[in-house]
């Protein structure tokens, strides 16, 4: 079969239609994409320096995500801690109303005693968060990194609050207790069970009176070493929120960034697509001129 042979301007015409019709094409693209550059064909170089961008922003989000898991691992501990200052606090409060208390009394206060110290060993044990408790052991850490860097992270050690570990005497330093019964008696100086001593005595109740305040010194010494850790914890949570901050916008900064390389221009697209629309009916008319003409060298045969 034979071609078709178009005059040049016909042809001229014909392929600045087709040009136009492409670039509607790609513009109505660009506008329902939102994108103007989409794939490597669009703009190599743009496309990979948006790609890389993206891709540090979500490696930096998942760094965020563990940031805010370690936040809420110190919580946890900083929680089980006010929750130990208190329970402290009332084994304080029993040992002075023991000064005053009848031998029945202290014998229930002595219970008491022994049972708010058990509490606080439950709890020391109960306060893990993800498999992770800070707070039992000084062997446990928490390690968070905060990107690809090696150097770049945040070591939090423990801290060994199990009563073996957690009460202090008077003068400050760590006393062994390993079973809360004897807690008064062997660590904190009572020569025996409270509801033993008789303090209708004063040779006793002075005995009493001076292991009891001993007692409470010790208590004090122990609730401002839990206040000492606990404010270190405190502090670790601020640099974590800091650092969480600084990664969401830091991420958002990196988005934006790739955004700026591939996001079309949506009012300039629009403007485009009305012009190329225009110079589509111009074009079109443009080849129906052209097509007039060579109808009237055909007229020429008639």
């Known amino acids: 079969m034979a071609d078709i042979t178009l005059s040049s301007a016909v042809r001229s015409n014909?392929?600045?239609?087709?040009?136009?019709?492409?670039?509607?094409?790609?513009?109505?693209?660009?506008?329902?994409?939102?994108l103007s550059v989409a794939s490597p064909i669009d703009d190599a170089t743009k496309f990979f320096q948006a790609k890389s961008l993206s891709n540090r922003a979500t490696d930096l989000l998942e760094r965020k995500d563990a940031i805010d898991q370690g936040v809420n691992a110190l919580n946890t501990a900083l929680k089980a801690a006010d929750s130990m200052e208190d329970l402290v606090k009332q084994m304080k409060g029993v040992i002075d109303q023991a000064r005053s208390g009848d031998k029945t009394q202290r014998a229930a206060y002595n219970t008491q005693l022994t049972g708010l110290a058990d509490q606080i060993e439950k709890l020391v044990n109960d306060a893990s968060y993800q498999g992770l408790n800070l707070i039992n052991s000084t062997g446990s850490k928490l390690s968070v990194r905060f990107s690809d860097k090696s150097t770049s992270k945040l070591d939090v050690n423990g801290v060994n609050f199990q009563m073996s570990g957690f009460f202090k005497n008077d003068s400050g330093a760590v006393i062994t207790v390993g079973d809360s019964s004897k807690l008064l008696t062997a660590a904190f100086g009572f020569t025996a069970a409270i509801n033993t001593h008789d303090l209708d005595k004063a040779s006793e109740a002075a005995l009493f009176n001076a292991s009891a305040d001993k007692a409470i010194n010790a208590l004090d010494k122990t609730i401002s070493n839990l206040r000492s850790e606990a404010a270190k914890m405190a502090g670790n949570v601020a640099i974590l929120q800091v650092r969480s901050n600084f990664t969401q916008e830091y991420s958002n900064v990196l988005e934006s960034g790739a955004s700026q390389l591939t996001v079309a221009d949506l009012n300039e697209e629009g403007a485009n697509l009305l012009a190329?629309?225009?110079?589509q009916q111009m074009g079109i008319q443009a080849l129906s001129f052209a097509g007039q003409s060579e109808q009237a060298v055909l007229g020429l045969f008639r």
């Open 14 to 34: 014909l392929l600045a239609l087709q040009g136009t019709s492409g670039f509607i094409d790609r513009t109505q693209n660009r506008l329902s994409t939102g």
């Open 276 to 279: 190329l629309q225009t110079r």
